[in-house]
């Protein structure tokens, strides 16, 4: 989950504002390679593709709607966009599905391609929960979820569990009006401002079902499938990799074995599940490597984890519960 109330920085500068054509290619038609050379959106897909393994489906939607947004640069330096009185499109989103599975990452690569593409004029993502937009006092919720949208204007805004901005069976619940601002957002300021909702499939069907005005305002519904376990298996090596780690030999199989048991279990968080495990395999490693004072400790005994490291895992018990033993 992204930090709450947070502005975090996704990009340098864009070449041209959300809406402006190039003046220098005004008038001119040009080709589709000019505009990503000038945007470099293209590194920033191609780190949404090494930050995470798998999302096909969400990867080949973010590029779509980067391929839109580049054939309407083009369309705009023509004039077509100005002659037709055409509006920027609508690219509020929802991205659904369970913990772990990187609807914060691609929030952050997207709000990136935005701005490289000169859609979003800041390079910037705020993220929010419920109580960075809802008080409990009457005539505080307004104020502080303006206060919100003033600093998330012309970037992205991320609200995660989206669903908890509405509790139908408090009548008094002021989210219902942190509701009605955003709604007024999104249709008065959707040139200045992407809104993206997240949260598990289930609850956000049921959240969009009560709030009808939100899901007619939202163009694009992204879901999150959960990891197969080869992915996570690339995964956990390349967060070990990230720590100066590796698994010794066999260790990444017992991983891979500690996965098909890990994923059977609930509840399961996908990556972040597999980086928990991991930091569990590094204590072990660490208590093991501690019990032996007197061992001189060289590069290799530092980094490496044995698959005894991931047997001492209660996961390996023969009667492990159907509610998870994580550890």
């Known amino acids: 989950m992204a930090t709450p109330n947070h502005i975090i920085p996704v990009a340098p500068a864009a070449p041209a504002a959300p809406g402006q054509a190039d003046p220098a290619a005004a008038g001119k038609a ?18 949404l593709d090494r930050d995470l393994i798998g ?5 080949q939607r973010i590029r779509d709607i980067a391929a839109l947004l580049v ?15 055409a509006t920027a499109p609508s690219l509020h989103m929802s991205f659904t599905g369970n913990p772990g599975t990187g609807k914060t990452t691609v929030a952050m690569r997207t709000a990136q391609i935005l701005h490289r593409l000169g859609y979003c004029r800041k390079a910037h993502l705020v993220a929010v929960t419920r109580d960075d937009l809802v008080d409990q006092y009457i005539g505080h919720t307004a104020p502080k979820t303006k206060e919100v949208r003033k600093r998330a204007m012309g970037g992205v805004l991320f609200s995660d569990e989206a669903y908890y901005l509405y509790r139908p069976e408090n009548e008094r619940d002021h989210g219902r009006e942190a509701i009605e601002i955003l709604l007024q957002v999104m249709e008065n300021n959707r040139d200045d401002l992407v809104v993206i909702l997240a949260g598990y499939k289930d609850r956000m069907n049921t959240f969009f079902q009560s709030n009808p005005g939100l899901s007619s305002r939202v163009a694009h519904h992204l879901d999150f499938p959960g ?15 990230g720590q100066h780690c590796r ?5 990444a199989e017992v991983f891979e074995d500690y996965l098909q048991r ?10 972040r599940s597999a980086r928990n495990a991991l930091d569990r395999a590094r204590l072990r490693q660490a208590s093991r490597l501690f019990a032996d004072r007197d061992r001189v400790l060289d590069e290799i005994a530092l980094t490496t984890l044995t ?6 895992s ?6 492990t519960p159907e509610k998870v033993l994580t550890k």
């Open 247 to 251: 698994f010794d030999i066999g260790a």
């Open 55 to 59: 999302l096909a489906p969400v990867k």
């Open 307 to 312: 698959p005894q490291d991931i047997l001492a």
């Open 227 to 241: 990891c197969a376990v080869g992915e996570l298996l690339q995964i956990s090596q390349r967060l070990l990799a």
């Open 314 to 319: 209660r996961m390996f018990q023969t009667s």
């Open 30 to 47: 040009r080709t589709v390679g000019e505009v990503l050379a000038e945007s470099q959106v293209e590194s920033g897909m191609d780190e």
């Open 262 to 271: 890990r994923v059977r279990q609930t509840p399961f968080a996908n990556a």
């Open 71 to 85: 054939i309407d640069k083009l369309r705009l330096n023509l004039g077509l966009l100005a002659a037709k009185g």
